[in-house]
């Protein structure tokens, strides 16, 4: 991930902030709606589709993030994670995500919710699973990630 503002970071959510992405299920994409007039005594409907194509509507994704540390390290490390993503620091809160699995990303994100912050400790360390809710303003633009260096 990576903030939008100019020379940010590109940031690892595991070997900045010590969270595993465990799951990140795009949804589907649906077009905006379309202008339509029905007719009475007629079959159907009139839609005007613009000559440049359908549009995109903006969507919500669901990240699922797991964090696994020493005991008394799990709240650290999510109010780590959570400033960083809502832009507490001052670098603003609009991202751009890579996914390398899927080999996809997405810019003009913004957390929408953080869900429930319940750890589990045991006497050797803490779990924290995390659901983080990022709405996807612009549900076009392709990223890539490229490595510059060797």
């Known amino acids: 991930m990576q903030k939008t503002t100019d020379g940010s970071a590109v940031k690892s959510s595991l070997s900045d902030f010590g969270f595993a992405v465990c799951d990140i299920p795009w949804p589907d994409e649906e077009t905006q709606e379309v202008a339509v ?3 009475p005594g007629e079959h159907g409907e009139d839609a005007y589709i613009p000559p440049t194509g359908l549009k995109l509507k903006a969507y919500d994704v669901e990240v699922e993030f797991c964090y696994k540390g020493d005991v008394g390290t799990a709240v650290d490390a999510y ?3 959570r400033d960083y993503l809502i832009g507490a620091n001052g670098d603003g809160a609009e991202l751009r995500v890579y996914d390398p699995y899927w080999r996809r990303g997405r810019q003009g994100l913004h957390v929408k919710k953080i869900g429930d912050f319940d750890p589990h400790r045991s006497n050797i360390d803490e779990v924290l699973p995390l659901k983080v809710t990022f709405r996807v303003a612009d549900p076009k633009t392709k ?7 060797d």
């Open 37 to 39: 007039r029905t007719w």
């Open 143 to 149: 990223i890539t990630l490229v490595y510059v260096g």
């Open 79 to 81: 109010e780590a994670l």
